[in-house]
């Protein structure tokens, strides 16, 4: 696939997963779309997703080889995103996905962690949780 096709196919990966196309992203995926392509502020298609709390999403992405790890220009993982409002489950899903993190190392570049960013009760007693497992 040539380089400028590669590209328009990632940004419509970044589209469908912010919109919570999950049978789009899965096709594009499987036609080989950019997984790994970004937009503004570096954001790509799994931080779209969390931030947007599309779970099929996520694990369509990362069905495909995304990493949970992918930070964009603040520093900010799918992760951070997930806790500010998304459903529970989908921060779940990342927490045991990313198992292997220590929580308490992802920090943002302002310092925060997703704790920090956490909307609700049941999410920060999540990270909590997770942060005991993994020290």
Not at 59 to 88: C, D, E, W
Not at 89 to 107: H, M, P, Q, T, W
Request: charged residues 20%; proline residues 1%.
């Amino acid at each position: 696939m040539c380089d400028s096709l590669k590209f328009a196919s990632g940004f419509r990966n970044c589209s469908a997963a912010r919109s919570g196309q999950a049978q789009v992203v899965n096709y594009l995926c499987k036609n080989k779309a950019d997984v790994g392509a970004a937009a503004m502020d570096n954001m790509g298609a799994s931080h779209f997703a969390s931030q947007k709390g599309h779970l099929e999403v996520v694990r369509t992405l990362i069905s495909f080889g995304i990493s949970v790890k992918a930070s964009n220009r603040k520093g900010m993982t799918a992760l951070h995103y997930a806790v500010q409002g998304s459903p529970l489950e989908l921060a779940k899903y990342l927490v045991k996905k990313s198992a292997s993190l220590s929580v308490k190392r992802l920090k943002t570049k302002a310092g925060k962690m997703p704790l920090d960013l956490a909307s609700r009760e049941e999410i920060c007693s999540l990270l909590v949780e997770c942060g005991k497992q993994l020290t």
